[in-house]
C-alpha cells in the first residue's frame, strides 16, 4: 500500500472521532442559552427544505465527478442529520448515538450472509434476503396497507416509482415495458380528448397526471431513474441552449431571431455536439 492510499484510509477510530467532534459542536450550538440564535431558532419543520436542497447539491456533485464539491455537499447532508438528532435529544426523544447504534444494529441484522450463516452470492440474493429480514422486522408491528410505508412528501417521480414497485409486489403489474408503451399512448389520447372536449383545467391536469405515472412506471420497468433521467435531460437542454445563444451573439441578438432560425441554431448545436 502506498503512502498516498495509506493517508486516504481513515481507520475507524478516526472516523468515529471526526464525526463525534462534529455531532459535539453541533450540541454547542443548540445549547442554551449561549448557543447560536439561529440554530436553537431552528425546528424538525423549518431545516427540512435545507435537507432537500443538499441532497440535490450531492447528486449535482456526484453527476459532474467533482470531487471535491461532493466531499463538501456529504458534510453539509451530515450536517443535516446531526441537526435533526441534536433537536430531537434536546426534545428528549433520541440522541445522534441512538441513530448510529440503530443503523448499524440494522445493517447487521439485514446482512446475515456476511455476520450470519445465510448464503447470498448474487445481488438478487442479496435483495431477496433483505427483504426478508424487513418483513420480519415488520412480523409485530401494527397491520398496515402496503403503500402507507410510501412517504408522501417525496418528489413526485420518485414516488411514482416507490407505489408502482410496492404494487408489483402482489402482482399488481405490467407484465413487461410493451403494455407500458401501449398505455402512455392511450393516456396521451385522454388527454387531447380533454383539450378538445372540455377544455377543463382540472381534468387535464389529472389526466396529465396519469400520463406521468405511467411514465415512472415505464422507467421502472426499464431499469432507469427518471428523477435523473430528467435532471440529465435538464442539463443537456441547459448546454445546448447556452451554445445556441452564443451562436448567436448573446441574449439579446437571441431575442431579436425569429423562431425559424432559432430552429437553424438548435440542429446547429446538435450536429456540432454528434460530431464532437
Known amino acids: 500500500m502506498g503512502e498516498m492510499t495509506r493517508k486516504m484510509v481513515a481507520t475507524q477510530a478516526g472516523v468515529a472521532e471526526a464525526v463525534g467532534e462534529a455531532a ?6 443548540r445549547r442554551v442559552p449561549d448557543g447560536c440564535p439561529w440554530d436553537l431558532e431552528q425546528t424538525l419543520d423549518s431545516i427540512k427544505p435545507h435537507t432537500l436542497e443538499e441532497v440535490y447539491e450531492v447528486f449535482d456533485a456526484i453527476d459532474r465527478r467533482a470531487w471535491g464539491e461532493l466531499k463538501d455537499e456529504l458534510g453539509d447532508l451530515l450536517l443535516q442529520v446531526l441537526f435533526y ?5 434536546d426534545e428528549g426523544h433520541f440522541s445522534m448515538e441512538d441513530v448510529a447504534r440503530g443503523l448499524t444494529a440494522k445493517l447487521l441484522r439485514r446482512h446475515p450472509h456476511i455476520f450470519g450463516e445465510v448464503v447470498a452470492e448474487t445481488p438478487e440474493a442479496v435483495i431477496s434476503t433483505w427483504e426478508r ?6 412480523a409485530g408491528a401494527a397491520p398496515a396497507g402496503l403503500l402507507d410505508g410510501v412517504p408522501r412528501a417525496m418528489p413526485g417521480f420518485v414516488e411514482a416509482v416507490k407505489l408502482g414497485s410496492k404494487a408489483a409486489k402482489v402482482g399488481f ?8 408503451f401501449a398505455k402512455v399512448e392511450e393516456e396521451m389520447a385522454e388527454v387531447r380528448a380533454e383539450l378538445t372536449e372540455s377544455d377543463d383545467a382540472a381534468r387535464v ?5 396519469d400520463v406521468l405515472f405511467t411514465m415512472a412506471n415505464l ?7 427518471p428523477e ?41 448545436v446538435k450536429r456540432d455536439e454528434a460530431a464532437a
Open 133 to 138: 429480514v424487513k418483513h420480519e422486522e415488520k
Open 173 to 180: 403489474d405490467w407484465p413487461d415495458a410493451a403494455g407500458l
Open 85 to 89: 438528532a441534536q433537536i430531537a435529544n
Open 24 to 29: 459535539a459542536v453541533m450540541a454547542r450550538l
Open 219 to 225: 422507467a421502472r420497468h426499464l431499469k432507469v431513474d
Open 228 to 268: 435523473q433521467a430528467l435532471k440529465k435531460a435538464n442539463a443537456k437542454f441547459r448546454r445546448r441552449f447556452g451554445a445556441m445563444e452564443e451562436s448567436a451573439g448573446g441574449e439579446a441578438a437571441l431575442r431579436r431571431t425569429d423562431p425559424v432560425q432559432l430552429e437553424v441554431l438548435w440542429a446547429k
Open 205 to 209: 391536469e389529472e389526466e396529465f397526471g
